[in-house]
């Protein structure tokens, strides 16, 4: 029993620790809050994206010794900026152009970082993420920044809703889709740019999306879906970390694996949709066999 108190309460005694709980657990909300409209919009891939396209930006800042997490906002933003206009573009579909600049900035990032001679820890941090490193002023940062997209979210939801599920009718509707885009792309990308000292640029794809995957399963309802992604992002995160410290792993990567493990098990015992419920489910919808026959 005493071991279990330990497991829970050592972490906590560290301040490097309790900083780090406190960022992954508000990213891990932020991000489930704003994966479910990406999920619902079926545009994963502007989450890997964005991710790579701030690539760019931080090379710049690195090769220029400025703030690495300003420069990979700035491109972020340039490049979903850039997405969201030529992509009104009626004759090219949105992850045609999405295919296109993301390959262009993840590119431009290789040509830049390959006029160093050297990486530094600085830009590893960023690849890779260094969540147990970060300070009291990038947890204010992390809360003040995540609670501004949280009610940017909530407040345009139900607009963001009717454009993902249709947008040629919420156009017809006279809804500003254009608009809308442009908003919703700015706020994945300063959520994902705002995650990149948690789990770095190559795993926030995971904590974008996974959450709202697994919430996906679970419910039809969108506030529902909306509560649940957040929760299981919070808690999975702050899990990530315990595995972290105790078994002395890489934190981001944790983090990831706990949340994976999280849509696994949802994936399979799901009540409505899990693999174990369709199995069990009879072909005409009603109710499953009694055990024994």
Known sequence: MSDLIA?????WQLPFMQRAFAVAAIIGLVCGVVGVYVVLRG???????VAHSAFP?????????????????AAGITTAVLIAFVSQNRRLKEDTVIGVFFAFAFGLGIVLVSTRDSWTTDLSSFLFGQVLAVS?????????????????????????????????????????????????????????VMSLEAVGNILVLALLITPAAT??????????????????????????????YTYDLAAGGSVVVVLTGLFALTWCLAPRHGLLAKFVRRPDGAAPLPAGR
């Not at 497991?7 to 972490?11: A, E, I």
């Not at 990038?138 to 599920?165: M, N, P, R, Y």
């Not at 969108?222 to 995160?237: K, V």
């Open 136 to 192: 009291a002023s990038d947890v204010w940062t992390v809360a003040a920044v995540g609670a501004v997209l949280v009610l940017v979210v909530l407040a345009i939801g139900k607009e963001l809703v009717a454009v993902s599920l249709d947008r040629e009718t919420a156009r017809a509707a006279g809804l500003p889709v254009f608009r809308l885009d442009l908003a919703l792309y700015v706020v994945v990308t300063t959520t994902i």
């Open 43 to 49: 545009m994963a891939f502007i989450g890997d994206a």
């Open 215 to 244: 919430a996906r399963m679970l419910t039809e309802r969108l506030w529902a879906m909306t509560l649940l992604a957040s929760l299981i992002g919070c808690a999975g995160s702050v899990a990530g970390l315990y595995v972290s």
């Open 7 to 11: 497991f829970f309460t050592d972490p």
């Open 57 to 73: 930006g931080v090379a710049l800042a690195y090769a220029f010794e400025g703030n690495l997490l300003l420069g990979g906002a």
